[in-house]
C-alpha cells in the first residue's frame, strides 16, 4: 500500500461542518462551556489532520465516513480527558463528618457548613452555569418548535414516558414513536442538542 491521499483530501465542506457541529454539541456537556467551541473545533481538526494520512481508500470508505470515524473518535477522546481531570487524579476526599473547620475558634464537622452548592460539584465539575441552562432550554424550546405539533408533543411525552406506556395512551404505534423519536433526536442534534 502506498502513501494515502493529501490530508486535504479529507477536509471537505461537510468534514468542516461536521466539526463545528461537534465542537458545538461539546460545548453542551457538563464541564464544558460556550465559550470553548473554537477551540474544540480547532482540536478535532488537528485530530483528523493527524490522523488525515491514514485514509485508504480501497478500503471502501468515503472521505466523509473515515473524517466521521476520526471526528467522533477525537470527540470522545476529549470528553474522556475532561473526565479525568473532573476525577481530580491525586486530590484527597475530606469526610465531611469526620473532617474539621475552624470557626469562630471552635471546630466544626464539615457537614454543617456544606451548603447546597457543595453538594453540586459532586457529579460535574463546577455548579451549574445559569447562561447555559438558559441557552439549553432556549434550544430545546427552538428544536421543538421546529417539530411537527404532533410531534413535538410525543417528544415532550418521552421524558416522562415509555414508549409503551405512550403506545397504551395515545394509540400510536411503535413504530410511529420510534419514528418521531428518531426524527426529534435529528432535530435536536442540527440545535446543537446531544452527543453521538
Known sequence: MGPGPAPDAVFTAYVKYFIRRKAKQLCRKPGFNLSEEEDLAQDLTL?????????????????????????????????????????????SALSLQSDCVEIDGKLVPLEEVAQGCDLERRGVAGPPDPIATLENREAIDLALNALDPAVADLARRTSEQTVNAMHEETGTSRRQLNNAIKLTRETFEDFGLGLD
Not at 49 to 58: E, I, L, N, T, V
Not at 62 to 88: D, E, Q, W, Y
Open 47 to 91: 485530530f483528523l489532520w493527524a490522523k488525515a494520512d491514514q485514509y485508504d481508500p480501497s478500503r471502501g470508505a468515503s472521505p466523509n465516513t473515515f473524517a466521521n470515524r476520526v471526528i467522533n473518535s477525537g470527540a470522545k477522546m476529549i470528553l474522556r480527558a475532561r473526565g479525568r481531570i473532573k476525577c481530580a487524579a491525586g486530590f
